[in-house]
């Protein structure tokens, strides 16, 4: 049997993935996250005073917070596993990726385990963000001006 | 020739110890609390377990360190470090050996070259796996918790200790065949079983033809940690290449965590799987005479996959024979 061969064989094998029930799954807590962070920045405006753009300023801060802590305490892991990508994508799932990596090397060294795994999953999204930020950025001053 | 008959090499015992969620298989000896076993890291607790297994299965023969001959250790972990450090407690020559999920058939291989022809030398096999130290090898962070495909594996957590000696015992390598690493170009990191059937495949076909002999000579051919997707592989495989139909095969990965399947998937995987469903269920059950295991293992590295090559596996089969 050739590899091609035995590749279709694999394809054909393989068992499905839910892929509708997790979009649905996914789209309905990614959209219940936002949802709650909308409320916490209106609360914010409305009993603090704040600017839109200050309130969502400590939106990030409170939801990175919760979501650093529910992952230290163990729990956050169990929550992704049930929701799909629904918890990832948001802010929460990259104060989550930080927080989990630093996790498994906290006892291997401040430079070597810490510093150095700290961003392993964080990075690429960190590194791609100002890049492209960059670049829109150009853009937006030669369409808008 | 890659087939050899054996004479004269015995399994005399085993001492199992099994992980938190591994409970559900009864006829072990010893059960970890929890994945620290008292340890700070999950890699120096299955330093560890390979420690425990090792000591206890000393004690239970009344052995001591200078009435072994050798240890030959395999694990997953980088440079097969657990296993090295592990030995490092015993003043006992050791070999490290590698090749992923099929490490213990090739201990058991190496240790049947060391113990043949001999009069009264023992030796022991020792191999480990822990969950949460293979997923942060060669998964996510642990407290990430991805999505995984159903195709994916779970690394069980037990290590087993093998003692194998020139005394006659119920249990008879009688012989074994050493496999080829087979690449047929799959890259999917979270179907190991794709990978791993067409080895184990390969290894089979080998063997029944170098011994001639035919599929239904084995009571049973237990395969190691193909899982669920790679069973179904194997026998589509052997059907479409040799005409081969298995009927007598048990694959260890599905059996394992049949009563607790969360988050399981296609089955459990990990060089522990093998010798821990043999010991603790099919040599308990005393239904079956003739034995042919056969661990496959994926040979992958995060490195080269993130090269973009495709990931080789590997498998090797031994045949045992409980006399009775």
Known sequence: MDKYEYQKIVKENKPKEPKLKNAIVSFLVGGSVCFIGQVIASILQVTFGMEVSESYIWLCIITIFIASLLTALGFFDNFVKKCQCGLIIPTTGFAHSMTSSSLDVRLDGMISGLGMSFFKLAGSVILYGIISAFFFSILGVIIYG | ?324
């Open chain 2, 1 to 324: 020739m890659a087939s050899k008959k054996i004479n004269g090499v015995y399994i005399k015992d085993n001492f199992i110890l099994v992980g938190p969620k591994e409970r559900a298989i009864k006829n072990f000896d010893l059960i970890m609390s929890d994945y620290y076993y008292g340890e700070k890291t999950f890699e120096q607790a299955e330093i560890k377990m390979q420690q425990v297994v090792i000591n206890s299965l000393l004690n239970k023969n009344r052995l001591l360190h200078n009435d072994i001959n050798f240890i030959i250790g395999g694990d997953l972990s980088n440079q097969v470090s657990v296993s090295s450090y592990a030995a490092s407690k015993y003043n006992i020559p050791f070999l490290g050996v590698y090749s992923a999920c099929a490490s213990f058939c090739e201990s058991l291989i190496f240790a049947c070259e060391l113990l043949e022809n001999k009069k009264k030398e023992r030796g022991i096999v020792v191999s480990s796996s822990h969950n949460l130290h293979a997923e942060k090898q060669f998964r996510f962070p642990i407290e990430y918790g991805a999505p995984k495909a159903k195709t994916s594996t779970f690394t069980t957590t037990a290590s087993v200790a093998t003692l194998l000696t020139n005394e006659i015992t119920p249990i008879k390598i009688e012989s074994y065949t050493i496999g080829k690493v087979i690449d047929m170009g799959i890259s999917d990191v979270s179907n190991m079983g794709a990978i791993m059937a067409p080895a184990g495949a390969d290894t089979i076909m080998r063997h029944l033809n170098d011994l001639n002999r035919q599929p239904d000579y084995y009571d049973v051919i237990l395969t190691g940690d193909l899982g669920i997707v790679g069973s179904k592989l194997l026998k589509i495989y052997l059907e479409k290449t040799a005409n081969i139909k298995l009927k007598n095969q048990i694959d260890c990965g599905i059996d394992i965590y049949k009563d607790d399947n969360e988050n399981v998937n296609s089955g459990a995987s990990g060089p522990v799987v093998l010798p821990l469903y043999l010991f603790s269920k099919i040599l308990k059950q005393k239904k079956y005479k003739k034995i042919l295991i056969v661990g496959t293992g994926s040979l992958h590295s995060p490195l080269f996959v993130n090269q973009k090559l495709s990931i080789p596996a590997i498998s090797h089969a031994v045949s045992l024979e409980v006399i009775s």
